[in-house]
């Protein structure tokens, strides 16, 4: 049962890293946002593989259980992805208001010619 499970997980995390590269072909992705997604993919399928480094992990930093040391690493890579969200949704929306002031100043000062 754990073969099968392993076997899904490192299908899945190779599918991501497939859709990762093709994201980044079409011009979705940067370098740098590649590189996190491989880093990201990579390390899933090193746990997958190897469950117990995260055993020794978890012991290292005193969590009682490996399921809460999961869950903490969860919360972190949930806010991080969250603030970034917020932040790129803030830039666009500055980009914007920019964008329709310019349009509109540019459309007063061609109807008052």
Known sequence: MIVVLQFLGISFA????????LNYR???LNGVEIFFWFVIWVAAIIVVVFPDL???FARTFLFARLFDLLVVGALIVVVVMVS??????K?????LE???RREALKELKSNSK
């Open 14 to 21: 190779l599918a991501m890293i497939y859709f990762a590269l």
């Open 26 to 28: 079409r011009g979705e």
């Open 84 to 89: 970034r969200a917020y932040m790129a949704t």
């Open 91 to 95: 830039r666009t929306e500055k980009k």
């Open 98 to 100: 920019s964008y329709v």
């Open 54 to 56: 995260l055993r020794v």
